[in-house]
């Protein structure tokens, strides 16, 4: 007995067109190190800084629903991370920028950016990337604003809805 793929004369197999599809999706031009793929575990933010480096977009962030909301006494929060650019799914673990952090009386506004993949990247609805944010203060009584929003505003609860599974 033969298996295999019956040729028929001016038709191209649909397993071919499937796999010649699927085989550029997630790749970037130019990188060369492996990317990492879920489930990632919480990356650790550089020390807070006055703004977001060049070379980096900015993303949206809001508290991980896994972790306990922060208190006021709070100097570290886990948070969710989501590249606001296509990246083929990818987590942003590696490419966060260290955060811009704006301590106000009333507020504390969080911009992280995030270092775009190279190439052409797929669309698909990223997962929140956990990560773990040191501030220099306590947050005290002031309000969380996510600076990646246009207009600045709070977390979104609504992309955390959206990120079922974002934790390992």
Known sequence: MRLGIRAVPGRVPALVIVALLLSGC???V???SP???WPVAPETLPPATDAVPD???LATWAPDPAFPSPAPGSTSMHILVWETLCASGRPT???MSAPAVSFASTTVTIKIGVRPLGGVQA??????TPAILILTEPLGARTLLDGGRMPIGPPSPGFIAASPGSRP
Do not use: M
Not at 123 to 128: A, D, R, Y
């Open 93 to 95: 673990t590696g490419r």
């Open 26 to 28: 997630g790749t970037g």
């Open 30 to 32: 130019g990188n060369e």
């Open 123 to 128: 669309c698909p609805g990223p997962t929140g």
């Open 55 to 57: 070379g980096f977009t």
């Open 35 to 37: 990317l990492p793929t």
